[in-house]
Nanobody, 122 residues
Framework: QLQASGGGLVQAGGSLRISCAAS????????MGWFRQAPGKEREFVAA????????YYADSVKGRFTISRDNAKNTVYLQMNSLKPEDTAVYYC?????????????????WGQGTQVTVSS
């Protein structure tokens, strides 16, 4: 089970960190990812991190602004979002990959959190 938290309202240019807490002992055995869905749009990939945290990958739209990280001792994955833009407004979902390597497609993830709303005002 995945529980996302930390969303909220922030002004453009601001920062926010969202978290995803996982239950279960096998959290560290899987890559994790963040996706987002804006109103009227399809869900899209944002960032992914390998099981160890040694590899990360980002969508071009967030590269250089967002940082994904994980703490396997706390069963938690984070998304630090800096220089936020109004177009970053979306519901953000964390997801657990089916394997250990980081992947970017939705079908490669089998467990999803409930989502946390991030709203960036201009």
């Amino acid at each position: 089970q995945l529980q996302a938290s930390g969303g909220g309202l922030v002004q453009a240019g601001g920062s926010l960190r969202i978290s995803c807490a996982a239950s279960g002992r096998t959290f560290s055995s899987y890559a994790m990812g963040w996706f987002r869905q804006a109103p009227g749009k399809e869900r899209e990939f944002v960032a992914a991190i390998s099981w160890s945290g040694g590899s990360t990958y980002y969508a071009d739209s967030v590269k250089g602004r967002f940082t994904i990280s994980r703490d396997n001792a706390k069963n938690t994955v984070y998304l630090q979002m800096n220089s936020l833009k109004p177009e970053d407004t979306a519901v953000y979902y964390c997801a657990r990959s089916k394997g250990i390597v980081l992947v970017t497609t939705e079908r490669s993830y089998d467990y999803w959190g409930q989502g946390t709303q991030v709203t960036v005002s201009s």
